[in-house]
């Protein structure tokens, strides 16, 4: 699968022509950083940083859009303090949780306890059902269960009673790759990709991602588009999730693409 002809020529004219007008969104995992069997030890892409910090100070925003946690974005990023990213803002937990470098202020919503008590629980409900294998992470807001490195039918057979406990709790469920998400905050990707435009005015928004969850801002780029905003899709591409290819204007082999990708914008202002 390859770029819409003439695509990625015309996504890297619209941010020279106004740099200042450009939203360069993009996910963190499998985007800015690679997908490992630890997710603790997913650290942003160096030379995605690099170019990231040359590109904050002229473009009109630079965003993280992710399901992971803010804090832990900006550990395994590194972005707190960096030259040329005074500007970043990053949305955590799908939106649920906000940042941005003008002030290094986390805000989030409370904890709920039916979170909490999830993840006390989960082992034993897991084990019950023959689930071993399974890594278990507490996000506060929601709890991902982590399949990679277990059995290869592991990720498939725990998604089915995953699904219906969720349901049974109130819960949204969010899958990814070799991930399942049970969220108590119901937002997404969109929601937060459509608020940062509005917040920055864009008249162009770029937003860059792999997996389910940024669906819904593909989703939100198409309604921007028809308000009248350029909008471009960008997918970085891997052999486990296919969901994007067909909707993205650009494609790119995975984070080393997305990091080559995005120095060639940086080169070109």
């Not at 406990?165 to 997404?188: F, K, M, N, S, Y």
Request: one cysteine or more.
């Amino acid at each position: 699968m390859t770029s819409r002809p003439d695509a990625r020529a015309a996504l890297q004219a619209a941010v020279v022509d106004a740099p200042g007008a450009v939203l360069l969104a993009l996910d963190f995992d499998g985007t800015l950083a690679p997908i490992v069997d630890d997710p603790a030890n997913a650290h942003v892409h160096p030379d995605s940083l690099t170019a990231l910090e040359r590109l904050g100070d002229r473009l009109g925003g630079v965003a993280i859009v992710t399901g992971r946690p803010v804090e832990k974005v900006l550990e395994l990023g590194s972005f707190r303090g960096r030259h040329g990213l005074a500007r970043l803002a990053i949305r955590g937990q799908y939106g649920a949780e906000r940042w941005s470098a003008v002030d290094d202020v986390v805000t989030t919503p409370e904890a709920p306890d039916v979170i909490a008590r999830l993840v006390a629980d989960l082992p034993a409900w897991l084990a019950e059902r023959g689930l071993d294998g399974a890594r278990i992470e507490d996000k506060a807001l929601a709890v991902g269960v982590h399949t990679r490195g277990g059995a290869p039918d592991l990720f498939e057979r725990v998604r089915g009673p995953l699904t219906e406990l969720a349901h049974d709790l109130g819960l949204t469920v969010e899958p990814g790759r070799q991930v399942i998400e049970l969220r108590a905050v119901a937002t997404d990707k969109g929601v937060a990709l459509r608020d940062l435009v509005e917040r920055l005015d864009a008249k162009v928004v770029v937003y860059a991602g792999d997996d389910l969850g940024d669906v819904p801002a593909y989703d939100a780029v198409d309604a921007l588009e028809a308000e009248g905003i350029a909008g471009f899709r960008v997918c970085s591409s891997s052999p486990e999730q296919d969901a994007l290819l067909a909707r993205a204007d650009v494609v790119l082999d995975g984070p080393e693409g997305v990091a080559a990708w995005l120095t060639e914008l940086a080169d070109a202002l």
